[in-house]
């Protein structure tokens, strides 16, 4: 098992543009999976913030991952019957007067040198020409759901591909869910994805080094975050991959706790949920730290079981395991934990497991996939059947326990007390790499 090198240098800057060849060789795996059938890929809606006010755009993670393409409304279309036209993407004209405000857009000409594509038009005329590199195709496989007016226009390709088949013999006769076309190829990254993944996590570790180290009695959880948040920006993150937690205290046992709006206390667990996005691929880093220094009685029974879960579930992490081989490892130690400390009163850990009366203080997943999204596309069952780790998958191990201060038949003594420890760990040819390595685990007793 290997860990990150704390030796190499962060960089001082954003990531630099993938090389156009990386995304053809996407593109050719997911050829290869479509046979004669055709994808069409939507970039990401835009958003508002409030009233005008926008959110920074983030491009949708299947379009980039397959072309690249950085910016809004624009649609590829991959088409595995039309070998002559296999990559159409729909783009934003150039628009100068409205370019003053937004920035320069690529434009058809410039969308077509960045990303090689076949043919590249204007998102007007995506309505004229869609049916026409459909029309041949076995099967469509599309994102339902992301946008109201493109799923109506896609229904309205299979209605009319459907009453033509009568005479062509020919057309789209399935609507396939992209996310699970596509799921199975982002889950194993590429070797440009995994350095990647390698820079965003020593980033994020760079964060929580400087976030612990602020972490004090009397300190606000929105300065922490910012500590946090300031480090991953310095070194050319984007920013968080998902909204930073801070819970100190009692809010350390929700598990989304996002407000960050507390005071940190005497005596208090702090727990700091966060990652960094660089290059458009995320980090996730947990650590739970005691506000004075050093962990009281309950805190340390706790940590101890939290921490020893851990370890048993990194150790369960390996090639031909499963996501589910490592969340039992995680639940078998907590729960031998929560019995020795009185939070259950079943009769051993099997009975405890298989009534599931552990889920009351651990109710989440021990993994999760990392990638492009914080929680990344690709299945952990298919067909019935566990998904196998194998090289290229890049996975989260996060135990934890949650005691609300405010559950009357939890012992006084351990009450209002959460607990989670997370690293991101990849399985590469050699074996085990921790991604996220460089904080510590271990805390002052």
Not at 67 to 72: A, C, I, L, M, V
Request: glycine share 8%.
């Amino acid at each position: 098992m290997s860990r990150s090198d704390p030796d190499l240098p962060l960089p001082d800057a954003p990531a630099p543009p993938l090389p156009p060849e990386v995304f053809r060789r996407r593109r050719e795996r997911l050829l290869e999976v479509l046979g004669d059938a055709v994808a069409i890929v939507p970039a990401a809606p835009e958003l508002h913030r409030s009233r005008d006010t926008e959110v920074p755009y983030r491009p949708g993670s299947d379009i980039y991952y397959l072309t690249g393409y950085p910016e809004p409304q624009a649609l590829a279309v991959i088409a595995g019957h039309q070998p002559e036209r296999s990559f159409t993407l729909f783009v934003l004209p150039r628009e100068p007067e409205r370019e003053v405000w937004t920035g320069r857009r690529h434009g058809v000409d410039g969308a077509r040198e960045l990303t090689g594509a076949s043919a590249v038009h204007t998102v007007a005329e995506i309505e004229h020409r869609l049916f026409d590199l459909v029309a041949g195709a076995s099967a469509i496989h599309y994102p339902i759901g992301l946008d109201d007016e493109l799923d109506r226009t896609v229904r309205d390709l299979v209605v009319r591909a459907r009453r033509g088949r009568a005479r062509s013999g020919r057309g789209p006769t399935a609507l396939y869910d992209l996310d699970e076309t596509l799921g199975p190829l982002r889950r194993v990254k590429d070797a440009e994805e995994l350095e990647r993944m390698r820079t965003a996590a020593r980033i994020a570790a760079a964060g929580h080094r400087a976030a612990i180290a602020c972490v004090a009695p009397g300190v606000g959880e929105w300065e922490v975050q910012a500590e946090l948040e300031a480090v991953f920006r310095r070194h050319g993150a984007s920013g968080p991959a998902f909204p930073s937690i801070v819970g100190s205290g009692p809010n350390a046992t929700t598990l989304h706790y996002t407000a960050n709006r507390r005071r940190i206390e005497e005596g208090d667990l702090v727990l700091i949920d966060a990652g960094a996005e660089w290059g458009m691929y995320c980090s996730d880093i947990t650590r739970t730290v005691p506000a004075s220094g050093r962990l009281n009685g309950p805190q340390r029974d706790v940590y101890d079981v939290v921490l020893a879960a851990h370890h048993e579930a990194i150790e369960a992490v390996q090639v031909g395991s499963s996501v589910a081989d490592v969340h039992e490892a995680a639940v078998r130690t907590l729960t031998r934990g929560m019995l020795d400390l009185g939070l259950l009163r079943d009769q051993s850990v099997d009975e405890a497991v298989e009534r599931g009366s552990y889920r009351r203080f651990y109710m989440h997943q021990t993994s999760h996939w990392l990638g492009l999204d914080v929680h990344d596309v690709g299945l952990y069952q298919e067909g019935g059947v566990t998904v196998a780790l194998v090289p290229g998958m890049v996975l989260t191990v996060e135990p934890g326990l949650y005691l609300a201060s405010d559950d009357d038949t939890i012992p006084e003594a351990y009450r209002g007390i959460g607990v989670r420890i997370e690293d991101t760990v990849a399985i590469t040819q050699e074996g085990v790499e921790i991604l996220t390595s460089e904080v510590p685990t271990e805390v002052s007793a």
